[in-house]
């Protein structure tokens, strides 16, 4: 048992140094290739910090436990709207501006669409590759139309790596996911069957919150900062990149049904959690530590009920 905590351990801590890696390396690439702040931000950015889930995903998927990858998948985002979000809170008060509406509406939409195709047990290529294509839409249409509240990527150059620099540190964090990423699927797999559960349980909890790890750290800095905008933007992009991002690749390059025992439990939670965040991206003025607490505390009723 403590050489796969051990596995695991190793696997997170991979994926979150590689992770850093990858951003500030694709980050740099951008700026010293003249990209735009915000396709930086809304692109580069949102595809990197997905990185460390979409690997895990995908490493379990081609290795025959779809368990793994769509609980990830599934308990990500539950993980950001339920903990990241609330410890957030908890930790400095955000202040919400009306942030995220739109993309909120988007993360609610393809959550609907994941549980109609859970339902529907369907699985090949083809549906893969045509959620792929809807993250490319709603990526184009993000850029094109921007808000004035915007968060921007700080483009400051003369602080930034080199082109080479930046390309080995990208190259590098890569490598180092790819790495951390076996070594986590490997051990939870394992730690799956020694604790009598099934492999979507611990999809849905132990990757799935460690591989939201970076987020959460992402979320927390900026609040503390007072930029509750990129603290919000960063909980509810994350949620649709690992819908599309890395469930449309998880089906393209592995082709395997969502786990139909998340209908019971899970995608309902989801859904409820991505309604809400709509709802105080939409109405609310700010989330206090009152509703952080609540936050945090239907995090952990849903995690205790997935072992009961």
Not at 84 to 90: D, F
Request: with cysteine.
């Amino acid at each position: 048992m403590l050489t796969l905590i051990a596995l695991i351990v190793a696997g997170l801590v991979g994926l979150t140094i590689g992770g850093e890696l990858l951003v500030r390396g694709a980050v740099a690439i951008a700026h010293r290739l003249g990209i735009s702040n915000l396709v930086t931000g809304v692109v580069i950015m949102g595809a990197a910090t997905s990185m460390p889930e979409m690997v895990a995903s995908i490493e379990a998927a081609l290795i025959g436990s779809p368990g793994i990858a769509w609980g990830n998948v599934v308990g990500s985002n539950i993980a950001n709207s339920l903990l990241i979000l609330g410890a957030t809170a908890m930790i400095a008060p955000i202040v919400m501006h009306g942030v995220g509406k739109r993309d909120a509406v988007v993360a609610l939409i393809a959550t609907v669409a994941l549980w109609a195709l859970t339902y529907s047990q369907m699985a090949n290529v083809w549906i893969g590759v045509f959620v792929l294509a809807l993250l490319v839409a709603y990526i184009i249409w993000r850029v094109n139309h921007p808000r004035v509240d915007d968060a921007e990527v700080e483009d400051d150059e003369s602080k930034e790596p080199t082109l080479p620099l930046a390309i080995g540190l990208f190259v590098g964090g890569l490598a180092v996911l790819i790495g951390g990423g076996q070594l986590l699927v490997t051990g939870a797999i394992d730690l799956a069957g020694q604790l009598g559960v099934s492999d979507a349980v611990i999809g849905l909890t132990v990757v799935a919150v460690g591989t939201s790890l970076p987020e959460l750290a992402a979320s927390v800095a900026a609040a503390l900062r007072g930029r509750s905008d990129l603290a919000v933007g960063n909980v509810v992009g994350s949620n649709i990149y690992n819908i599309l991002l890395i469930g449309g690749a998880t089906m393209t390059i592995a082709p395997l049904p969502v786990s139909a025992e998340m209908l019971d439990l899970e995608l309902p939670v989801l859904a409820a959690s991505a309604l809400l965040l709509l709802g105080l991206c939409r109405y609310a003025r700010r989330i206090g530590r009152g509703l952080g607490f609540l936050l945090l505390a239907a995090f952990v009723v849903n995690t205790v009920l997935l072992f009961v």
